[in-house]
């Protein structure tokens, strides 16, 4: 059985292979999911609720801003580090000017509170290896700056007293801890990186016991082979924070089986509660519905591919309001959640461009949230004018495209009706049924001039009488 299915596991595509083996020949595993389907318990209902998140990337990477020496590099900036070649040592001199003297967690709370995000994902460390909390287990830490004080508990309060919830990012690989490896090929190199793996145990620990109201930890720096080669850790870091914090959401990016799998067991099921690896790419709405069937969550950049923050922008496309409000949309309409991403300036201000973009699409949420917050996926066949999202029996069609024909065709399952159709405003709008579980709803009198949504009275019925007979062909 092993030959079979190693043979059957390494055929498997790339690390989201979900392809379920039929369960008779399922192998056993001591590191795979721990549980299998979707989790129900009210945490989890609440973090798909939230639906829309931000992520903050802040690190010593704000300082240069993507430039080094002079030279402006155009890949994202929180890897400057790496484009640079910076040794540890000299990179870690940043810390010497760490002082956002700017930085107002409130002013932060507010705006994200503006925004309509219901969390925020915040880099405790990322692969710079500097810490956004006094950790007591590195002196790579904001202890250790001109700014002295403890930022990570301060963003957690602020968040927090706005109603926001709030989750951890966390890089395992940590460039400047010297017992990292990204491989263990050598006696030493298993002596060390089981010191770095204690290491991340006692940081995760101190986080889950210094700020409890966390409400999930989202994993990154883990595709390298020492830790495919450690899948048992990974293991034991879910559960040990399930122990610390019961309800405490996990990314699926932090696990790897017996065999090194990531994200999606040997036996093809989910590890961890959500899918992470839909990160400046979206599901297609008609060929990747397999993601309907588990938690997922998507994350995206507004430029190109910047999280930290850059200097120059005009680098990549940067895209409108309009175009993340899409993305955040399509996303809801396939079950999953949307983090928008936020790379804060080194001095505790945000760019423009940044405060714009939440004020813009705050006013939308404002308008429309209800059919994205505890919104899900409707089951319904996409259509070119936009998306569907459903909570309950109520369906919204949110419109990006507008056609010619005036008419936004509606295509029902067997059995459903539309029995009316009005903007969110409640002014109605005609509904005529023109096939057999076809509709044509029509555009509101006035050209909204922004994207617009539409919600659905529908009746399902079973037994519904069908006057449509097919012709005997
Ligand atoms: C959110 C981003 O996450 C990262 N890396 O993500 C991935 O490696 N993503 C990935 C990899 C393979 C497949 C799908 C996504 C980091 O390197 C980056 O600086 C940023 O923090």
């Known amino acids: 059985t092993f030959i079979l299915f190693s043979l059957l596991a390494a055929g498997a595509s790339a690390q989201h292979s979900h392809k379920l083996l039929p369960a008779e020949q399922e192998i056993p595993l001591n590191y795979g999911a721990d549980r299998l389907g979707k989790r129900y318990d009210a945490d989890m209902q609440k973090f798909r609720d939230n639906r829309l998140g931000a992520f903050i990337h802040w690190g010593l990477y704000a300082i240069p801003g993507g430039e080094w020496n002079g030279k402006v590099y155009p890949g994202a900036a929180e890897w400057l580090k790496s484009w640079a070649k910076v040794p540890s040592g000299e990179w870690l ?104 793996l204690t290491f991340t ?14 409400k999930d930890f989202w994993f990154d720096g883990t595709w390298d082979a020492s830790i495919k080669k450690n899948g048992w850790w990974t293991s034991h870091v879910e559960r040990m924070l399930k122990e610390m914090l019961p309800g405490v959401t996990i990314n699926s990016r932090l696990r790897a089986d017996d065999y090194g799998k990531r994200h999606f067991d040997s036996n093809g099921h989910l590890m961890g509660d959500y899918e992470s690896g839909y990160e400046r790419r979206l599901p297609d709405p008609v060929k990747d519905l397999k993601v309907t069937r588990w938690d997922w969550e998507a994350c995206m950049t507004v ?133 057999r579980n076809e509709y044509n709803v029509d555009m509101p009198a006035q050209e909204p001039g922004e994207p617009f949504v539409i919600k659905l009275q529908i009746k399902e019925a079973a037994g519904v009488v069908d006057k449509y007979r097919d012709a005997l062909t």
């Not at 700017?102 to 500097?130: C, L, P, Q, S």
């Not at 079950?335 to 804060?344: D, Y």
């Not at 066949?381 to 309950?392: A, N, S, V």
């Open 93 to 196: 001199e940043l810390m010497k000017q760490w002082n956002p003297t700017k930085f107002d967690a409130r002013k932060w709370a507010k705006m994200a509170k503006e925004m309509g995000v219901r969390y925020v994902k915040i880099t405790t460390k990322h692969h710079e290896g500097f810490c956004l909390w006094p950790s007591k287990y590195t002196e790579n830490t904001v202890a250790n700056t001109p700014y002295k004080k403890d930022l990570l508990g301060e963003m957690v309060k602020a968040y927090n007293d706005e109603g926001i919830d709030v989750h951890f990012y966390f890089s395992v690989m940590d460039w400047s801890h010297p017992d990292w490896r990204y491989d263990v090929k050598t006696p030493e190199d298993s002596a060390a990186f089981s010191r770095f």
């Open 201 to 214: 145990d006692n940081q995760l620990k101190e986080l889950a016991t210094l700020y409890p109201t966390v």
């Open 303 to 435: 430029p190109e591919n910047q999280w930290g923050y850059h200097k120059d922008w005009s680098l990549s496309y940067v895209k409108t309001p309009v175009e993340v409000l899409e993305r955040i949309v399509h996303a809801v309409s396939m079950g999953g959640n949307m983090v928008v991403n936020f790379g804060p300036q080194a001095d505790g201000d945000f760019r423009s461009e940044e405060k714009e973009l939440a004020k813009s699409i705050g006013a939308w949420m404002k308008k429309n949230g209800q059919c994205i917050y505890g919104c899900d996926y409707a089951g319904w066949e996409k259509q070119p004018w936009g998306y569907y999202t459903r909570k309950g029996s109520d369906v919204y069609m949110v419109v990006f495209n507008c056609p010619y024909s005036k008419h936004l065709t509606v295509k029902t399952p067997k059995g459903t009706q539309v029995v009316k159709a009005a903007l969110l405003n409640r002014k109605s709008v005609k509904v005529v049924e023109t096939a």
